[in-house]
């Protein structure tokens, strides 16, 4: 079953318009999560992780617990921002497993 | 740092016959690095974990046969498709964990494109 769900295939904003980019997983406990983006005809790379607590290219990402939801957001998106977003928690055994993933698509 | 490199970035097979895809990492050692396979517009799929000096974990519905890893250093994994068939076609992605102390790290190689004939 999956553990991880992105519930939006495809997200489309405005230049400077806020994006929230959600992601809701079933794990019990305090699952490790992370957010990888794969920008077009790039290899997948890591965007944050949230033990960092850190603000990467103006996104940030909370880990809800009571929501069980851990949406990265970003208060004003940039064209260059389009790109494919995965969530991943990381699973018993170490490996990383990926979300649906959610197109961003910021439009000018 | 941190480098994932994949060989080929693309190749076409005849159906029947076996294709080996290499993952190395350049300026790190892996003991652990993993295979995926991603379709178009869709999500990478987690196929395997290929561990230095040992067997691979392969996941639930992945024919171990079909694909076979080898992990025989901690810089190379190579996964081979035998007896390749069209619906083997895909993206497949190879990635290595970096273990230097600093939380989990995982970094991605750039992909495989696999056509089968």
């Known amino acids: 079953a999956q553990r991880v769900t992105q519930p939006e295939k495809l997200l489309s904003v405005f230049k400077g318009a806020p994006v929230e980019l959600k992601c809701n997983y079933s794990y019990s406990g305090s699952p490790e999560l992370f957010w990888y983006v794969q920008y077009s005809r790039q290899r997948l790379q890591l965007l944050l992780r949230h033990i960092s607590r850190e603000s990467i290219k103006g996104f940030t990402a909370d880990l809800n617990k009571g929501e069980t939801s851990f949406h990265l957001k970003k208060p004003f998106a940039q064209e260059e921002d389009s790109a494919m977003y995965y969530c991943a928690p990381l699973e018993y055994g170490n490996k990383l497993v990926f979300g649906a993933g959610t197109i961003l698509r910021v439009k000018s | 740092g941190a480098v994932v490199s994949q060989h080929p970035s693309w190749v076409i097979c005849k159906s029947g016959t076996s294709v080996k895809i290499e993952c190395r990492s350049l300026d790190f050692q892996a003991t652990t690095m993993f295979w995926y396979r991603q379709f178009p517009k869709q999500s990478l799929m987690l196929m395997a974990t290929s561990n230095e000096g040992s067997k691979a974990t392969y996941e639930q519905g992945v024919e171990k046969d079909k694909f076979l890893i080898n992990h025989a250093s901690l810089t190379l994994s190579t996964l081979t498709v035998t007896s390749a068939h069209p619906e083997d076609s895909s993206f497949y992605i190879c990635?290595?964990?970096?273990?230097?102390?600093?939380?989990?790290?995982?970094?991605f190689g750039p992909g495989t494109r696999l056509t089968v004939t």
């Open positions: 990635s290595a964990r970096h273990d230097r102390g600093q939380g989990y790290e995982q970094y």
